[in-house]
């Protein structure tokens, strides 16, 4: 087998020598076609990941089945992608490749951080244009300079920026069409989502809860950038759910919540499932009091005019950092529309997503200690960190008992599989006054970095593990489910894994010598299944320090196939 290496810096050059791009900075106006209808019908295109997830409903499962359970110990590396910067800590942020790549007709967009945009020739890795967005140096971000993905549609190519940009791009030239600013980066908020394009509107939600602001999701023309609509995430004075922020002072006003993932979408209900994040200050519950609506939960919008018509909150009034940013897997059962959820909490949640009432809720990971499951099936705390000064050990730690990185879910063993991180932490409340793009925590934290594993675990729907495959280290990357029974899943140290969808066995590895922390897609060229995965990972300090496990090493899209 040939593995081509393509450097982001020559790639160019090589094009035109090779002639294998027209003019070397042209795509093919294969996004001209992609609309509304086709998105909404991505899985009936499998050689095409159209979409973030693949499809609205999340799933993250291909049908594609030339790469499967008898020959998947063949596959190698097709082409690897340079990207040119290296996944280190860098002053006060990270750089990681965080991204889902985006495949139409055989043209694959991927972003990366600090505002970079490629197209490639998704065959041979040949770099067609880039974009560069200019992003200040001294943006306020949490967790890492990163960026999750861009959105496709109408000849555009869509991203946002850490500076809380949302942009168009032409697809065949990387010319910038529209740009549009939705966030205060003076308060801290900034963006690292992937939009989701759904009818004629640019979805995409805000960052920035560990600085006090007030989240939101945002819609947008797709043609012309025009605003459509903001649906806060924090209730103000007046309106339904403001009754869980204290009656006086400005809670509510930095509370938090924000959507920093991307939403899935049902076409029969009209409506978008948003997780949201931690409310503000994360661990000092004490200015806050109340359930904090709707920090922690999963929202159902109105996809027309961005009104939330129901709520399901999965953590009420968090002390823990734990977030429910989590993807929302639609998918039926007995009958009934479903909605399945796997939260940082540590409780898989099943959700009616016609009317948001719980279905059951089950835990997923073996250690928790901050809540239990009461008898009226909802979770309930036991565990505070609310004195100050007292360290608080808890299980799971802030990071989650799964991170952000996705679960996925085959329709053909109707199973969920989830990559799990079983890790402690201690918190240590510290109360500090509010002020405006400055770190609001209210807390130190110390990871458990000694006492940490994690697995791919496969669950039903009724939350009963069927198996599950164990792992040193905590699994911080988002698993594809393919039709070929394949699960793919990369670990922090590098290897990247295929198992087995039915039983959990490994049926090979590949080192690919950067920590994964990212969503690997698939896709279909010239009648050749191959599997796209963005390596490189850097650290940062309430997480696992993945640095210190060697993952690091540099940033690059690295993309499988089997032998021609």
Known sequence: ???????AGEAIDQAKLSGKVAGGEIAPPVVRDVDYERIR?????????????????????????QINTENVRRIGPAWIFQAGTSGIIAGTSTYSFE???????????????????????????????????????????????????VAVAKGKVFFVTANAHVLALDATT?????????????????????????????????????????????????????????????PKPGEPGSETWPSDGEAWAR??????????????????????????????????????LYTDSIIAVDVDEGQIRWHYQCTPHDV????????????????????????????????????????RVTPFVDRITWGAITRDGQVTAKVYP?????????????AGAKEWTHAAYSPRTELFYVPVQDVGATATRRRREFKESIPYWGAGVQVD???????????????????????????????????????????????????DARTGELLWQFQCGSGHHSSPTTYMVDGRQYVAVPVGWGGWAEGFLPGMLGAGHGSALIVFALPE
């Open 255 to 292: 509370g938090g919540a924000n959507c920093w993932l991307t939403g899935t979408f049902d076409p029969e209900t009209n409506l978008l499932y948003v997780g949201t994040g931690n409310p503000a200050p994360d661990f000092d519950g004490g200015v806050r009091k109340g359930d904090n």
């Open 386 to 398: 609310d004195e100050e000064g007292v360290p608080v050990h808890f299980y799971p730690g802030p």
């Open 1 to 7: 087998m040939t593995i081509e290496y393509v450097d």
């Open 99 to 149: 991204a889902a790549p985006i495949v139409v007709d055989g043209i694959m967009f991927l972003s990366g951080w600090d505002g970079w945009v490629w197209a490639l020739d998704a065959k041979t890795g040949v770099e067609i244009w880039r974009y560069k967005h200019a992003v200040p140096f001294d943006v306020s971000l949490c967790c890492g300079n990163v960026n999750r993905g």
């Open 320 to 359: 823990w950092d734990y977030d429910s940013i989590a993807e929302c897997i639609l998918f039926e059962a007995d009958g009934r529309r479903l909605l399945g959820h796997f939260d940082k909490n540590g409780y898989f949640f099943v959700l009616d997503r016609v009317d948001g009432s719980l279905v």
């Open 41 to 65: 019908d991505a899985r009936s295109e499998p050689e095409n990941w159209l979409t973030y997830y693949g499809d609205y409903n999340g799933q993250r499962y291909s049908p594609l089945d």
């Open 449 to 499: 970095i000694e006492d940490m594993v994690g697995s791919v675990s496969a669950f039903d729907a009724n939350g009963d593990e069927k198996w599950r495959w164990r792992n040193e280290l905590p699994m911080c990357a988002s698993v594809l489910a393919t039709g070929g029974d394949v699960v793919f899943a990369g670990e922090p140290s590098g290897e990247f894994n295929a198992l």
């Open 174 to 234: 990387g010319k910038r069409v529209w740009d549009r600013t939705y966030g205060d980066v003076r308060a801290g908020e900034s963006a690292t989502v992937a939009p989701l394009v759904v009818k004629d509107k640019v979805i995409v939600g805000s960052s920035g809860g560990e600085f006090g602001v007030r989240g939101h999701l945002d819609a947008f023309d797709l043609e012309t950038g025009e605003h459509h609509w903001r649906c806060y995430t924090i």
